[in-house]
């Protein structure tokens, strides 16, 4: 490579190439001849003084352009990549502590909904007492002792583990529970999009009308 070559071919990398190293973009091009070094230049466009866009012009000259222009920075190809590939979301603790409410309301709305259609027992009674009243009253379910998989066995060495503290008027519907289930979520997975798009200040409007609809 000539000394000519070589110099235009520097101007060029200093200029206009997102190398980061001389030494790699100059072994790439080593092979080029000064007509071929000269066209690399063609089609870039550049921005004047007068801030106007142009192309270069190269005839038989060496020099990169003949028009005044602004001096371009060279790009280093590792700051490039992060810079594109890098989003920084100023909101992003806001955005947490929106989502972690969410999943509050989420958790509460699941276990009034367990309550409600019968999958949660009562609380057990605390006194003697409170323990005769209940089984007087009928507040409890036993074992079905006719049921296939009613074993005596399993009772033997801790014999209140068959009563439940519930009232036998009490069944587990399990279709109105993921009827109601599947409505929340519907409305949760929306608030969590949006909870992603919008403004916080936005979002937390629309968090609050979900609370209270939801939380009683």
């Given at each position: 490579?000539?000394?000519?070559?070589?110099?235009?071919?520097?101007?060029?990398?200093?200029?206009?190439?997102?190398?980061?190293?001389?030494?790699?973009?100059?072994?790439?091009?080593?092979?080029?001849?000064?007509?071929?070094?000269?066209?690399?230049?063609?089609?870039?466009?550049?921005?004047?003084?007068?801030?106007?866009?142009?192309?270069?012009?190269?005839?038989?000259?060496?020099?990169?352009?003949?028009t005044p222009q602004m001096k371009f920075t060279r790009c280093n190809e590792e700051d490039m990549e992060t810079t594109?590939?890098?989003?920084?979301?100023?909101?992003?603790?806001?955005?947490?502590?929106?989502?972690?409410?969410?999943?509050?309301?989420?958790?509460?709305?699941?276990?009034?909904?367990?309550?409600?259609?019968?999958?949660?027992?009562?609380?057990?009674?605390?006194?003697?007492?409170?323990?005769?009243?209940?089984?007087?009253?009928?507040?409890?379910?036993?074992?079905?002792?006719?049921?296939?998989?009613?074993?005596?066995?399993?009772?033997?060495?801790?014999?209140?583990?068959?009563?439940?503290?519930?009232?036998?008027?009490?069944?587990?519907?399990?279709?109105?529970?993921?009827?109601?289930?599947?409505?929340?979520?519907?409305?949760?997975?929306?608030?969590?999009?949006?909870?992603?798009?919008?403004?916080?200040?936005?979002?937390?409007?629309?968090?609050?009308?979900?609370?209270?609809?939801?939380?009683?």
């Amino acid at each position: 490579m000539t000394d000519n070559c070589r110099e235009l071919l520097k101007t060029y990398w200093t200029n206009y190439s997102t190398m980061s190293r001389w030494s790699n973009f100059k072994k790439k091009h080593k092979r080029k001849t000064l007509e071929e070094i000269q066209r690399m230049f063609i089609k870039i466009p550049y921005i004047d003084q007068n801030g106007s866009i142009g192309i270069h012009s190269l005839g038989s000259c060496t020099t990169a352009t003949t028009t005044p222009q602004m001096k371009f920075t060279r790009c280093n190809e590792e700051d490039m990549e992060t810079t594109m590939n890098t989003v920084i979301d100023t909101n992003s603790n806001a955005r947490y502590a929106l989502n972690r409410a969410v999943y509050s309301v989420y958790c509460k709305v699941e276990r009034d909904a367990m309550k409600k259609f019968g999958f949660v027992d009562d609380d057990a009674p605390k006194t003697a007492a409170e323990i005769i009243k209940r089984i007087t009253d009928g507040d409890i379910t036993v074992p079905d002792v006719d049921a296939q998989d009613y074993d005596a066995d399993d009772y033997r060495y801790d014999e209140w583990r068959g009563i439940k503290w519930r009232k036998p008027s009490m069944k587990k519907d399990r279709d109105g529970f993921e009827k109601h289930m599947d409505t929340f979520n519907k409305e949760k997975s929306a608030l969590e999009l949006e909870i992603t798009v919008l403004e916080p200040v936005e979002a937390l409007k629309n968090f609050k009308k979900f609370e209270s609809k939801w939380i009683h």
